[in-house]
């Protein structure tokens, strides 16, 4: 998260402080709003893990999402 806190804090000019604040609100919304397995994605992705493992859960999600499964 601290490079995605960091990009944020110069393509706006932000500070990181104000960027870490904005990132964590839009991944919180995005967690709450997307399907469960997407929003577990997003939060292995963060801890250091790769998207990778979880492409089926993926699938799945948006599947769901979009009225299919």
Do not use: H, R, W
Request: glycine residues 18%; hydrophobic residues 40%; proline residues 3%.
């Amino acid at each position: 998260m601290d490079e995605l806190v960091k990009l944020v804090s110069q393509k706006t000019g932000l500070s990181e402080e104000m960027s870490k604040v904005a990132v964590v609100t839009v991944l919180d919304y995005l967690k709450k709003e997307l399907p469960a397995p997407i929003a577990g994605l997003i939060d292995n992705f963060l801890e250091g893990g790769s998207l990778a493992g979880g492409l089926g859960d993926l699938s799945e999600g948006l599947g769901g999402l979009f009225g299919k499964g």
